[in-house]
């Protein structure tokens, strides 16, 4: 059996065009591999402990069952799904870190909304630690402010019920698959 190609350069200035048509044959499959990558991250929120009624993988899971619940297009159900995996990686700004990580899959409305869904959750609760609780008010001529205070209204703010017939990653993920497929050919997606 031959040995996969790689590139040979030290510095990438010194590349040649065989190595980045190297480099591109590997995309369609690290593309393809990328919804179960983001899946195992959902899973990965469940060993996190963080004295949350629900761990982030349950929460995760009940916030996008609520989504669909409300007839929600399948962008903010799997924007709901998502829009707490950047807490595997950080504990300060998880909210941009899930953005940055699920942008090449939405709209620029629905990334607003994974973006800034921290500081508008905290109109639920900021006052009980010393915050702000009007903190989003600063996003209040943002054309996606309405839909921040929808989605932490219905799908997230509410979404720790210990009680809630919550649907199973299985149920999610043909739609998980269908809104990453459908958003591969996005422009300067690098
Ligand atoms: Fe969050
Ligand atoms: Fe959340």
């Known amino acids: ?3 996969a190609p790689i590139a040979t350069y030290a510095r990438m200035d010194e590349g040649t065009v065989e190595d980045y048509a190297i480099m ?7 593309l393809a591999a990328m919804p179960d990558r983001l899946m195992g991250l959902l899973v990965e929120l469940g060993d996190k402990a963080d004295g949350s009624p629900l761990d982030g993988y349950a ?3 009940q916030s996008a069952t609520l ?15 998502m829009h707490d995996i950047g807490q595997v990686y950080s504990e300060h700004n998880h909210s941009e870190v899930s953005a940055a ?14 973006k800034h869904h921290g500081i508008f959750q905290g109109y639920y609760y900021f006052d009980k630690i010393g915050w702000d609780p009007n903190a989003r008010d600063a996003y209040r001529d943002a054309p996606w402010y309405d839909d921040c205070v929808r989605f ?10 210990r009680d809630y017939p919550t649907k199973p990653l299985e149920f999610f993920e043909p739609m998980v698959r269908r ?6 050919s996005v422009p300067g997606v690098t």
């Open 101 to 114: 990580i699920l942008k090449p899959y939405l709209s620029e409305r629905a990334y607003q909304v994974v």
């Open 59 to 61: 929460h995760s899971l």
């Open 1 to 3: 059996m031959s040995e």
């Open 152 to 161: 932490c209204e219905r799908y997230d703010q509410i979404a720790f019920r």
């Open 24 to 30: 591109a044959s590997y995309k369609p499959a690290n």
């Open 179 to 184: 809104v990453m497929r459908d958003a591969r």
């Open 67 to 81: 989504a669909y619940h409300d007839g929600a297009e399948d962008e903010t159900v799997f924007a709901a799904l």
